[in-house]
């Protein structure tokens, strides 16, 4: 590819995990914007042209793709939009991103002078890494750009990080990570849905069945105890997170 054509440009490094290949991927970008697409995944033909002219046509800092879930064969819609908006109040830009539960980068393209003013990186982290740097991004953008002609197509595959059962460490990492976010846009007068304040801090399983679940309701500072995952058992008030 980079043969037939100069605007590619292939790097090679060690597996450093994704958001390391991402970040390096920030400093070595020279475009106006930048958009993520993952190896499993694919997209519309012309994914980039309609998410590029929408953002062009709005002067948005980030211009939003239609995501669509494949999972063994069959698909199913996780962001849905009709025809092309353009938002520029807070809660409505994050609400317009479905950020959350959504907090990927995969759908989106982004003004890379953006990324680069505000030193916006990604996590280090195993699991996640994506979740802060698509909160800080949509905070600090001034407009963006809905698509319903662009699409993104995330497979989800046996086998794969996500797709795995979560370790203690990525539970706790998860954790971590989605609980400062909703901290993040709470602070700063987000208004976000109530049962999306809630984060699942610990599951214990059996045989692949939740025998029992913690979860914190970040807004409030509580943490309730579920047998089964659902079945409420105690609940206590928490200092901090």
């Known amino acids: 590819m980079k043969k037939n054509d100069p605007r590619f440009k292939v790097v090679i490094q060690n597996n450093s995990g994704c958001p390391a290949a991402r970040n390096n ?14 190896p499993d995944d694919y997209v519309d033909e012309n994914y980039v042209s309609n998410l590029l002219e929408a953002a062009e046509k709005h002067n948005a800092d980030i211009a939003c793709a239609t995501l669509i879930r494949i999972k063994n064969g069959k698909s199913k819609i996780r962001t849905n939009y009709i025809g092309t908006r353009a938002y520029e109040d807070k809660t409505e830009i994050f609400a317009a991103a479905n950020c959350p539960p959504e907090y990927g980068v995969i759908n989106k393209m982004f003004k890379t002078s953006l990324i680069r003013e505000n030193k916006i990186v990604f996590e280090r982290v195993s ?27 995330y ?5 794969s990080i996500v797709s795995s059962r979560p370790s203690a460490k990525r539970q706790r990492e998860r954790y971590a990570v989605r609980s400062a976010a909703i901290k993040f846009m709470l602070d700063r007068g987000v208004k976000i849905p109530k049962k999306e304040t809630l984060v699942t801090k610990k599951v214990f399983e059996f045989a692949g069945i939740p025998l029992f679940r913690t979860r914190v ?8 105890y579920l047998l089964f995952g659902i ?7 928490l200092n901090h997170l």
């Open 127 to 153: 699991w996640c890494d994506d979740v802060r740097f698509c909160i800080e991004i949509l905070w600090h953008s001034k407009r963006i750009a809905t698509v319903e002609q662009a699409k993104y197509y």
């Open 25 to 38: 991927a920030l400093k070595l970008v020279e475009g106006e914007y930048i958009c993520f697409i993952d």
């Open 155 to 159: 497979v989800k595959r046996k086998g």
């Open 231 to 237: 079945i409420f058992v105690y609940a206590k008030k």
């Open 217 to 224: 309701d970040v807004a409030n500072l509580k943490e309730t």
